[in-house]
């Protein structure tokens, strides 16, 4: 079955909504300008607003800067590499990174010689993007300060067409796991990498592909925490710890999924379950009005309480979910200890659980899961416990 067609993208009215909503908060929270940067692997602070995603590459086609003043329309800065593109592509002006210091000079002298700039990727940007950034507001009592706090939480309410897209992933997410049963209990593929390129074929052949490499972990290295698919042959008896997501229109899921294969220790199976008891307890928690924190010390809980808290990084306070949407991670809702975020209705979000048992096997369970007005429903449907 081939993943509907669906929605092509969104509309440019959606864009321009946003942006009204973006420059409103700024508006309340005393912000002269938002300064927009986006790479290649962090794309949602500029996909947000137009539908631009960089290049992979070293130099600067595989970044991307908005220049969002407080009122009126935003301009686009990219390579020149990546101009054309980006002039068919965006809905406000396109210009070249050449232009971007008298592009941020421009928005220096609209904001005065006092004010407040947010800065949305200063965690990631190059330091010659810093440096120009800083530079260009050099000598003024303007103040240069991370946007993340009030981009963060609009990008992380979907619209109703975000979250159609994200549906359309996770079903192309069930092409995927079909398709590495398939590739390791009946096309007779060896190794993690084989299952691995086989599973993404199946996937671009399905839909738009995986949202990011595929990670096939069997044996020892499932109870590594992250490792990319090797030439390690699967063998029966071996447990295999599956990471990986789908990419409909540019958004994407993060899953995870443990699976054993032929006859194995009950262990392997037991962790398995307790990863799947912790997940399925958050996603039957996630509610309107929760917290973050709330949400997280449910899914640590059901970890502790089986006494896997040695074996799970979840249970030991490193948080057990994040965000999700055009990026494979986006800051809100991050479900982490002490986080005072109030879960709303449209919020996406990948729940996780993770036991790790050195020298037996180790899994993860993770699934997307969609804040509704009565509850959480899971974007991502599959079964938890895979013994092939």
Do not use: C
């Amino acid at each position: 079955m081939i993943v509907g067609i669906g929605p092509v993208g969104i509309g440019v009215e959606e864009y321009r909504a946003r942006v009204n909503r973006i420059q409103a908060e700024m508006s309340l929270r005393g912000f002269d300008a938002f300064i927009l940067f986006a790479d290649v692997a962090r794309v949602s602070n500029v996909r947000y607003v137009v539908d631009f995603t960089s290049i992979n590459g070293y130099t600067d086609i595989a970044m991307a800067t908005v220049l969002l003043p407080a009122t009126g329309e935003p301009t686009i800065y990219v390579s020149f590499m990546n101009l054309l593109w980006a002039e068919e592509v965006s809905w406000f002006s396109a210009r070249p990174f050449s232009d971007l210091p008298a592009g941020l000079i421009g928005m220096r002298t609209k904001v005065g010689n006092k004010g407040k700039v947010g800065v949305a990727g200063l965690s990631f940007m190059p330091v010659p993007m810093y440096e120009l950034i800083k530079g260009a507001f050099a000598l003024s009592e303007i103040e240069l300060v991370p946007a993340e706090p009030v981009l963060s939480r609009i990008k992380a309410l979907k619209s109703s067409t975000e979250i159609e897209m994200l549906r359309k992933a996770g079903e192309l997410t069930v092409v995927g796991l079909d398709a590495i049963k398939r590739a390791v209990t009946a096309e007779g593929l060896k190794t993690e990498r084989d299952v691995a390129t086989y599973t993404a074929s199946e996937m671009f052949r399905k839909g738009d592909g995986p949202s990011f490499d595929i990670q096939i972990q069997s044996g020892i290295h499932s109870s590594y925490n992250n490792i990319r698919s090797t030439e390690k042959t699967i063998r029966p008896g071996d447990s295999i710890l599956i990471e990986m997501g789908a990419n409909y229109r540019g958004y994407r899921t993060d899953i995870a999924r443990g699976a054993t294969y032929g006859k194995v220790e009950p262990r392997q199976i037991e962790i398995i379950q307790v990863a799947a008891e912790a997940e399925t307890a958050g996603a039957v928690a996630a509610k309107p009005g929760i917290t973050a924190d709330e949400l997280n010390r449910v899914i640590e809980k059901v970890l502790v309480d089986r006494g896997y808290a040695e074996y799970s990084s979840e249970a030991r306070g490193y948080g057990t979910g994040h965000g999700i949407g055009t990026d494979v991670e986006e800051e809100e809702p991050w479900i982490k200890p002490g986080s005072d975020l109030v879960l709303e209705e449209g919020m996406v979000m990948a729940l996780k659980a993770s036991i790790f048992v050195p020298g037996l096997a180790g899994v993860r369970m993770e699934d997307n899961v969609l804040v509704t007005p009565n509850g959480a429903e899971t974007l991502t449907p599959y079964p938890k416990v895979l013994t092939w």
